[in-house]
């Protein structure tokens, strides 16, 4: 079989293998249980909205996470362990494969090792209980680099090109997840041209079949995408690449601030100096492959900063490699004691930011701590579905938001889940764009149900103002504060618009 996993040295009976998996399976029952008690944060909902809506892309990102979704919520309903299931699998999974493959590299105790650094740190264990484009990203980006190391390693010619396409296939797969993965194309990239060996792929058919299989399985989103004018990837260039306010060094820091923050400072420390020593040595090219794709992809997020903000957990596949690295290096006596440190360091702050998601203890202002995005929610829902009851009679109550966190939001939590619109006109584009609106749906006298931010006066809204000559009667509602626990953590509008005159403002309010 190309895809073996059988570690080059055991070291011992294998007790640090079965140890290793009952580690993994400690650390993906506890995600499971924070994603079954954690409210849904604005994303998850907007997510979930895309599987309501199966495509083969989205603006934001591919169809991967929408299938995730869909697939949780047929087995678990409408719920939030329905909606992070098909994530809670993709990771799960993931983690698995990167603990078998440190084992390949390194024996059982490195698969410990791997299974340790896995369960520990936050941006992994938090992560993946989230239903985010990065667990199937994560999955399909470790099946790659597993399937790399029988492309180089197979006995056979024949064993090698089977090890390549599913190689291919699955980098077809993660950027079928997100456009992240054209990093690893990049890595691997470098990588051919950098060591003897994977040079001498060159010269098969290998590399070239792979490339062929990532092509066909990536198609259905290249085609979605020429059909809507490259939407996906000009956005994400933009968002990406685009010059933000603020400067260089801010971002440069902000960016390292996540890492140090979501990785720990120990952890980082330890994966880049075994990323560094496999760059070094360059004694075995799949270490040296490995390294040089953690070292691409995180570089091009350092790059990218220059320009414009970079989200923390952007750099996280880069880490899939570097935790194989790290698990697999024998480094002596310090090193073990260096990662014993760095496992014990995120152990303590991936329980702390678990606790904080569940019971706030940390003295964070609710509105400035991003463990809160996904609290009050249910509480503007009840609001708005009182507040869609009395349209007069033959008028629909429809329902909108000003950004797609509302919108996204009130839909999960109304009882009957309607589809709701994005009435923006300040933010950002989203795929509700793609979607039919207030004006292509409703008839002349229906009522909207509109939730907004706090603007400086309600009277002074410029939604409201745009939309006033519109309807036969406009009326604020009710100002409802999102909490977590007791703490406000933000104030939203709802406002009530009767008798659609069955017109709309040009350009249905222009950004």
Known sequence: MPLSFTPMRTNGSGGGRRTAYLVIACAVLARVALAAAAPLTPDETYYWEWSRHLAAGYLDHPAAIALCIRAGTLAFGTTAIGVRAGALVAGAAASLIIVRLSGTLGGDSAMLRAAWIIACMPLAQVGLALATPDAPLLLFWALALAALVPAVRAPTARSRTIAWTIAGASLGAAL????TAFLLVAGVAVALCAHAEWRAS???????????????????NLAWNARHGWASFAYQLAHGLAHHRGSAIAHEATLLAGQLALVTPLLLAALALATWRALHQRECPVRTMFAIVAGV???????????????????????????????????????????????????????????????????????????????????????????????????????????????????????????????????????????????????????????????????DDPVIAALRPYFAHVQLRAVVPLRRGTEVRAWRRVWVLDGWRGTWPAAQLAR
């Open 176 to 179: 079928s997840s997100k456009y």
């Open 202 to 220: 060159l010269r098969t058919r290998g590399p070239y079949v792979a490339l062929a299989a990532a092509t066909i399985v990536f198609a259905p």
């Open 297 to 459: 992809t995180w570089l091009a997020f350092v790059a990218t900063a220059l320009r414009s903000a970079a989200e923390p957990n952007w750099q996280g596949p880069a880490y899939l490699s570097a935790i194989v690295l790290a698990a697999s290096y024998d480094g002596g006596t310090r090193w073990r004691r260096l990662l014993r440190a760095s496992v014990m360091l995120g152990g303590a702050v991936t329980l702390a930011i678990s606790v904080q998601v569940l019971v706030p203890f940390l003295p964070i202002a609710a509105a400035l701590d991003p463990t809160a995005a996904g609290a009050g929610w249910s509480a503007l829902a009840a609001t708005v579905d009182g507040a869609r009851a009395g349209a007069p009679a033959g008028a629909t109550a429809w329902v909108a938001g000003e950004r797609y966190q509302e919108a996204s939001e009130l839909a999960f939590h109304l009882p009957d889940h309607p589809e709701t619109f994005v009435v923006d006109s300040r933010g950002r584009p989203t795929q509700y764009d793609f979607r039919p609106g207030f004006a292509e749906r409703a008839h002349a006298g229906d009522r909207l149900v509109l939730v907004l931010g706090l603007f400086t006066a309600a009277s």
